[in-house]
């Protein structure tokens, strides 16, 4: 099964600030990767899908990219509403898989 | 909408059996998954269709039954280690991303 990994597993910001967030898979998934975000207490919401395309309603402020094995999330500046959890999760082969998540919180 | 339901609680080697009800439009045409989160852990996907985690698939049986726009989960013989909140989830356009969640239900295994 794909493993992925996410870097780094805490990041402390602040508003304002740029974050960058890593995804690597064990293999290959070309773009088929997808970022959500979670906050306490909630489901997972989609942010991006096939690696760098935003889903409906999500704030330009979030950006994917990458393809093969190594991605990134970028969030050009964060709001109070973007401290949460994010996972990426690759759908290139079953089973379907989810990295174990990175932490943005407020420094 | 999705709304999980079942138990809260379990006894160990029991049967979990879960529904999740969809509303406010057909089931037909998408693809469905059970995705669960440990407390305090990661998501982990449980399966969709035919289609299982590795971990899981000799225990688990997943299906949809459209007349009643309800997926369905089945797990055998729960451990300790099945204690998590139970997410049912959407495909995104027939891709294997989730876009449409329900608000989870916590199973308990004790």
């Known amino acids: 099964e794909i493993v992925l990994t996410q870097s780094p597993a805490t990041l402390s910001l602040s508003p304002g600030e740029g974050a960058t967030l890593s995804c690597r898979a064990s293999?290959?998934?070309?773009?088929?990767l997808a970022w959500y975000q979670q906050k306490p207490g909630q489901a997972p919401r989609l942010l991006i899908y096939?690696?760098?395309n935003r889903a409906t309603g999500v704030a330009a402020r979030f950006s994917g990219s990458g393809s093969g094995t190594a991605f990134t999330l970028t969030i050009a500046y964060l709001e109070s509403e973007d401290f949460a959890v994010y996972y990426c999760?690759?759908?290139?082969?079953?089973?379907?898989?989810f990295g174990q998540g990175t932490k943005v919180e407020i420094k | 909408q999705l709304q999980e339901s079942g138990p809260g609680l379990m006894k160990p080697a029991d049967t979990l059996s879960l529904t999740c009800t969809v509303s406010?439009?057909?089931?037909?045409?998408?693809?469905w998954s059970w995705i669960r989160q440990s407390p305090g852990k990661g998501l982990e996907w449980i399966g969709s269709?035919?289609k299982y985690s590795s971990s899981l698939k000799s225990r688990v049986t997943i299906y949809v039954d459209t007349s009643k726009n309800q997926l369905s989960l089945d797990l055998t013989s729960v451990t300790a280690a099945d204690t998590a909140i139970y997410y049912c989830?959407?495909?995104?356009?027939?891709?294997?991303?989730?876009?449409?969640w329900g608000q989870g239900i916590l199973v308990t295994v004790s």
């Open positions: 989830a959407r495909h995104y356009s027939g891709r294997g991303y989730f876009d449409y």
């Open positions: 406010g439009g057909s089931m037909n045409n998408y693809y």
């Open positions: 096939d690696a760098s």
């Open positions: 999760q690759q759908r290139s082969d079953w089973p379907y898989t």
């Open positions: 269709g035919t």
């Open positions: 293999q290959s998934i070309s773009d088929y």
